[in-house]
């Protein structure tokens, strides 16, 4: 079975940088893995993914600021956030999936139990 737990998350201010961490349990090495988000009263929203293949793309509205990476041998990916903005609160949730392209929750299997990232202007 697979677990995923995130970590990281906190208050920052507008401007400022945070890492969030997204372990896993269990085998997950053909998964896509993914970073989503989810404000007060909005759904889910789709950040960042890697695909099994390697490849990465990222929402509009994060690109250039954040950035995904990992760690094989923790089995860890991590999710950079820099330049943080009142607009990026939410509760962060990392993902593993199967199912391309990999950018609606639904093609997500595994979730974390997500981590709040508030941002103050």
């Known amino acids: 079975q697979v677990q995923l737990v995130e970590a990281g998350g906190g208050l920052v201010q507008a401007g400022g940088s945070l890492r969030l961490s997204c372990a896993a349990s269990?085998?997950?090495?053909?998964?896509?893995r993914g970073w989503f988000r989810q404000a007060r009263g909005k759904e889910r929203e789709f950040v960042v993914r890697?695909?099994?293949?390697?490849?990465?793309y990222y929402a509009d509205s994060v690109k250039g600021r954040f950035t995904f990476s990992r760690d094989n041998a923790k089995n860890t990916v991590y999710l950079q956030m820099n330049s943080l903005k009142p607009e990026d609160t939410a509760v962060y949730y990392c993902?593993?999936?199967?199912?391309?392209?990999?950018?609606?929750?639904?093609?997500?299997?595994?979730w974390g139990q997500g981590t709040q990232v508030p941002v103050s202007s």
């Open positions: 993902a593993a999936g199967r199912r391309p392209p990999y950018v609606l929750p639904e093609q997500y299997t595994y």
């Open positions: 269990g085998r997950i090495d053909s998964y896509a």
């Open positions: 890697r695909a099994s293949g390697g490849s990465l």
